[in-house]
Nanobody
Framework: QVQLVESGGGLVQAGGSLILSCAASGSFRFNGMGWYRQAPGKQRELVAAISTGGRTTYTDSVKGRFTISRDNAKNTVYLQMNSLNVEDTAAYYC?????????WGQGTQVTVSS
């Protein structure tokens, strides 16, 4: 079972930027990967996805602001987040795009202040 460790979150002012990282304990070169987020009282949602070939998709609310990328050699997925707003406040997780999911990591908290 691959273990996932997210990092890079923090407290940032609106308009600021953060880069999140997700390190996998094993190879994910054959898996599409995604960044998910869960805000208090809300369901977890997929915000960015990257296929094995590097094709990316985004939920509408983050298009043009977030960029997902992957480094298969380092077994790491990244999420560059720009122009952050308070609605981006959530715990962020990475995982595969399709079931069965790997065990969820602890996530990394992103808090955007106005």
């Amino acid at each position: 079972q691959v273990q996932l460790v997210e990092s890079g979150g923090g407290l940032v002012q609106a308009g600021g930027s953060l880069i999140l990282s997700c390190a996998a304990s094993g190879s994910f070169r054959f898996n599409g990967m995604g960044w998910y987020r869960q805000a208090p009282g809300k369901q977890r949602e997929l915000v960015a996805a990257i296929s094995t070939g590097g094709r990316t998709t985004y939920t509408d609310s983050v298009k043009g602001r977030f960029t997902i990328s992957r480094d298969n050699a380092k077994n790491t997925v990244y999420l560059q987040m720009n122009s952050l707003n308070v609605e981006d406040t959530a715990a962020y997780y990475c995982n595969t795009l399709s079931r069965p999911f790997w065990d969820w990591g602890q996530g990394t908290q992103v808090t955007v202040s106005s």
